[in-house]
């Protein structure tokens, strides 16, 4: 007999009314759908199954009937988008009507309007629709809650020191993740910040680091 650890099965939904997929016509006023194919690739990466369920309209109900069905399916939801405090962000309210919201709103920028709930004893996440603020949230609230779920050990990512190329300002109200390219001049470790916008997608692909400030 071997012990075995049972995959964490994550129901992906990405919501609003401008998102289409890939293989629709793209049209003035849309945005196609990316942040569900990183979610799905990253539960992946951490040993768990993710499953894209269809785009959910800006509406209570879909929204609460898409929960329910990936809730059935999974152990857990993760929801696209709907989370700021926008007028068609039903996120917050339809997790609290169906079971419990933790919290709504974290201090870490970018990343603030993400939403902790439970429902039927089940995580269920909200993160923001931009793409850097999901990926950062991603991997601060849906990773530790995988490893939760699974007892999996995840390796931890290495530190460096390394000596910033500008004065960087930041707030003292969050914990910011500014991207950085990082390069080796005379021997000494070197940290470029990139743009720090919370849409600047681009800025994750070029970026070898975070410089976390506190």
């Known amino acids: 007999e071997i012990s075995v650890i049972k995959k964490v099965k994550a129901g992906i939904i990405p919501t609003g009314d401008e998102m289409i997929t890939y293989e629709d016509k793209l049209?003035?006023?849309?945005?196609i759908d990316t942040n569900s194919w990183l979610f799905k690739n990253l539960v992946n990466k951490y040993y768990g199954e993710g499953k894209i369920y269809?785009?959910?309209k800006d509406d209570p109900k879909a929204l609460k009937a898409m929960i329910n069905k990936a809730l059935a399916e999974n152990d857990m939801v993760i929801i696209s988008a709907g989370s700021s405090a926008g007028r068609d962000d039903y996120t917050p309210s339809v997790i609290k009507e169906l079971g419990e919201v933790y919290t709504h709103g974290v201090a870490i920028k970018p990343g603030k309007p993400v939403v902790l709930g439970r429902i039927d004893n089940k995580p269920v996440i909200g993160l923001p629709g931009?793409?850097?603020?999901s990926y950062i949230t991603f991997m601060e609230f849906v990773v530790p809650v995988m490893k939760l779920l699974s007892g999996i050990e995840y390796e931890e990512y290495p530190e460096v020191k390394a000596i910033l190329t500008k004065t960087l300002?930041?707030?003292?109200?969050?914990?910011?993740y500014v991207r950085v390219k990082l390069g080796i001049v005379e021997d000494?470790?070197?940290?470029?910040?990139?743009?720090r916008g919370a849409g600047a997608s681009m800025s994750l692909v070029r970026a070898d680091s975070f410089c976390v400030i506190p």
């Open 27 to 31: 049209e003035e006023d849309k945005i």
């Open 54 to 56: 269809p785009i959910t």
């Open 130 to 133: 931009y793409p850097v603020s």
């Open 169 to 176: 300002m930041s707030s003292l109200k969050y914990r910011e």
């Open 188 to 195: 000494k470790l070197i940290a470029t910040p990139l743009k």
